[in-house]
């Protein structure tokens, strides 16, 4: 009975509003519309618009018919939208709303990703343009759609049948464009020369400059990327940055990018790599960035590249071959931990101190389980759950151990050579007679005093914190005078916080082996700098792969699964794994002197020294 009170509340208002409604003029009512569409409320806009068809204007209002349809293109129903502007077209020719129908026409086109149908209608659009205030708006979007290539046969019917000069010219430019995609430099330059600058308008001017510099220096064509990223939702941040990391890049055209939106969610990238692998001039995809989307397209068996750039979840890189990650796995960086350690390093003692849950834990338990499989099991491993305020027991039972480890001595060895007969009460015995003391500076401490005794009985320390932990764990590290390497993880590089006089001095020589060789990555959470960085090393790693003639499916396919190693300036790529498309480089990283330093890239087998 409690959920039905709502629902009658909400009829018994609809009812009161629909009555206010019908007592209001047509322009009250059309401004009461214009309203909800500027709030964002395009469904209630579109019923009231068809309300004031119905009920004010026997279906005949062009604007309320432009309005209806412009409700339903922001709802994203592009086929209604597109049937109500053919209506408006066709009942009212000549209207002043005709240029606004088939802008409106070419945006649910550009939203199918019906491109050359939409530059089809931006043309039909730019010479009924009465306001000249909208002429820039038009040619963005004719730019943009020339940018995302147009199907050659549609170019050259709507050139046949225009009349109009300044079309003509956008259009023969268009056509020059889709010349150079395909490398057919001769095309290129007949077209070009067939243009006069005159009627070209300046939005076009410096793509027509590019394209006649382009067509003296460069025999072939660019390869075709589509890139999908999240531009909008609460991911946009991260799409925006990588985006400006790949414009920034583009300093030779071997390369042209289409970027697609994906709001961050696993249904609109499945959508676009669908779409993605139906258009041929497209070589290879780069992205998407969540995890949600790569478990949404990891199932597609599609024959296209996908060029992942975020860390590989576990097992994905095994479910489709055509799936390459360009960073390693956590659990790939935690085994390489295991290896560094053992393996390179040689350490037998080893210790571990890691959070007991979630993700951390599962990180700890493939660097355990790589100890396990190189013959080395940690003498003490020690588990916090909650933030590590006090790690005092774990901490204790790692000093204990090390203490354990300390060879031990001859009980006697500190008792002279005397034979002792008696020891009594009533005699004044001096215990110098029985017993050699140390010298004072010799002097050991025993158990009870450890705390004050420097071990260095374990070798390797191995602490994986969470974020925002350094804090915590970096000052009580001191206190048990552990004398040990610290192998961490990205988590310790907050160098404002680790170059503190309490944590610093005492993990010098620390290692961490992580993806990426940037410390401004991982200041403060930046994921912008983060997404900033890479971005710009793939794009040299693309153009690595292009300059080997790889401009086609096929070809880039086998190129990266036969590539040789790219080392750059903040990560390497090198791909391995049952179907040879997961990286496996991780980079090793150094902590010294208030500063993190790159010491080499590891494999696993051999460490590569950076060369200084």
């Not at 019908?22 to 401004?31: L, P, T, W």
């Not at 338990?365 to 013959?375: P, V």
């Not at 390497?485 to 610093?504: A, P, Y």
């Amino acid at each position: 009975m409690i959920k039905l009170v709502p629902l009658f509340i909400f009829l018994f208002q609809s009812t009161i509003i629909a009555v206010e409604t019908d007592q209001k003029s047509y322009y009250q009512k059309f401004n009461q519309a214009v309203e909800y569409y500027k709030e964002g409320r395009y469904q209630l806009a579109e019923s009231v618009f068809k309300n004031i068809l119905k009920n004010d204007r026997d279906y005949r209002d062009p604007a309320s018919q432009l309005l209806i349809a412009k409700s339903q293109n922001q709802q994203g129903l592009w086929g209604e939208a597109r049937r109500t502007c053919k209506a408006i077209l066709a009942n009212y020719p000549g209207s002043p709303y005709e240029f606004d129908t088939y802008l409106l026409l070419g945006d649910c086109a550009l939203n199918e990703g019906k491109v050359s149908q939409a530059f089809k209608n931006y043309i039909i659009a730019r010479p009924l343009i009465k306001d000249l205030s909208f002429i820039n708006e038009i040619d963005q979007r004719l730019y943009n759609c020339i940018a995302l290539g147009l199907k050659e046969e549609n170019i050259e019917g709507i050139l046949f049948r225009e009349r109009n000069i300044f079309n003509r010219t956008i259009i023969n430019l268009a056509r020059a464009y889709q010349a150079w995609i395909k490398g057919d430099n001769y095309a290129v330059e007949f077209i070009l020369n067939d243009i006069d600058t005159y009627y070209l308008p300046g939005k076009f001017s410096k793509l027509y400059g590019n394209l006649l510099k382009l067509e003296k220096e460069y025999v072939n064509g660019p390869t075709t990327i589509g890139v999908i990223i999240p531009l909008s939702g609460n991911k946009k941040d991260m799409g925006s940055s990588y985006l400006l990391g790949l414009s920034e890049s583009l300093e030779v055209p071997l390369i042209r990018f289409i970027i697609y939106d994906s709001a961050g969610l696993g249904i609109n990238s499945l959508k676009i790599v669908k779409d993605i692998n139906k258009n041929n001039l497209i070589s290879a995809i780069l992205g998407p960035l969540t995890n949600e989307e790569i478990y949404t397209i990891a199932g597609t068996n599609l024959n296209i590249p996908i060029l992942v750039p975020n860390n590989a979840p576990v097992g994905i890189s095994d479910l489709n071959e055509n799936i390459f990650f360009l960073s390693p796995s956590f659990k790939t960086m935690a085994e390489r931990t295991a290896q560094m350690i053992i393996k390179e390093l040689g350490y037998k003692t080893i210790a571990v101190l890691s959070p007991g849950d979630g993700h951390n834990k599962l990180i700890t338990d493939y660097f355990l389980n790589e100890c396990h499989q190189l013959g080395i099991d940690p003498i003490a491993i020690e588990w916090y759950i909650d933030k590590p305020i006090n790690l005092s027991r774990q901490l204790k039972n790692i000093r204990k151990k090390a203490w354990e480890l300390i060879p031990k001595e001859d009980e006697s060895s500190d008792f002279v050579n005397l034979e002792i007969d008696s020891l009594d009460a009533l005699f004044d015995v001096d215990v110098k007679d029985f017993f050699a003391l140390p010298k004072e500076e010799d002097e050991k401490m025993d158990k009870k005093d450890s705390s004050k005794v420097e071990l260095a009985t374990i070798q390797a320390l191995y602490i994986p914190i969470r974020p925002n932990e350094l804090t915590y764990v970096g000052t009580q590290l001191p206190f048990y005078n552990l004398k040990t390497s610290i192998f961490g993880n990205k988590n310790w590089l907050d160098m404002k916080l680790l170059n503190q006089e309490v944590i610093g001095p005492h993990v010098q020589g620390m290692h961490i082996i992580t993806d990426v060789n940037s410390v401004e990555d991982f200041n403060d959470g930046d994921v912008f700098i983060h997404y900033y960085n890479i971005s710009k090393e793939h794009v040299k790693y693309l153009e690595q792969i292009i300059k080997k003639g790889s401009n086609n499916r096929k070809h880039f396919l086998k190129t990266l699964k036969i590539n040789k190693e790219y080392y750059g300036e903040k990560l390497s790529i090198g791909f391995s794994g049952k179907n040879k498309n997961e990286n496996i480089l991780a980079q090793v990283l150094q902590y010294s002197n208030k500063n993190i330093k790159n010491v080499g890239m590891y494999d696993g087998v051999i460490f590569k020294y950076k060369i200084k």
